[in-house]
């Protein structure tokens, strides 16, 4: 018997419920807020990218997972479920989605940077909040 697999929004990571990215997260060593941060910042979209809708509909479980252990901590699954909409968000705007669509905003450049440099901010805010309390 074989396990059923997901396509990932990439197409390039077939997935059994969870991602090729989160097993090469994991290190011996907790990471320091700047080093958490760093991960971060590669990991969430390399996450969002590899995420089956499925894994959406359950909340991004195995995303989670792999932000606890790359952090070596408990994190909060809101801020990780916030991480991904973020980058979904990021995603939609950089392929030129319509912002009428998803924001109810004009169509324009100048909207669409705007919107982006929002969208950046939560993903950069849902970082921070996930790295609160882990030291310097």
């Not at 700047?34 to 894994?55: F, Y």
């Not at 792999?66 to 980058?87: G, P």
Request: glycine share 8%; charged share 20%.
């Amino acid at each position: 018997m074989t396990a059923p697999t997901t396509e990932s929004r990439s197409g390039q990571a077939a997935t059994l419920h969870g991602s090729s990215t989160s097993q090469g997260t994991a290190s011996t060593t907790d990471p320091t807020r700047a080093e958490a941060v760093a991960i971060l910042t590669g990991l969430l979209p390399k996450l969002w990218d590899e995420a089956t809708e499925r894994d959406g509909d359950e909340n991004y479980r195995p995303q989670v997972h792999a932000v606890s252990q790359a952090l070596h901590r408990d994190v909060n699954r809101y801020e990780v479920i916030h991480a991904m909409e973020a980058c979904a968000a990021i995603s939609r705007l950089q392929a030129g989605n319509c912002l009428v669509d998803m924001y109810g905003r004009p169509n324009t450049e100048e909207g669409r940077d705007g919107w982006l440099d929002c969208e950046r901010q939560n993903l950069t805010v849902a970082i921070q909040n996930l790295t609160f309390g882990i030291p310097a």
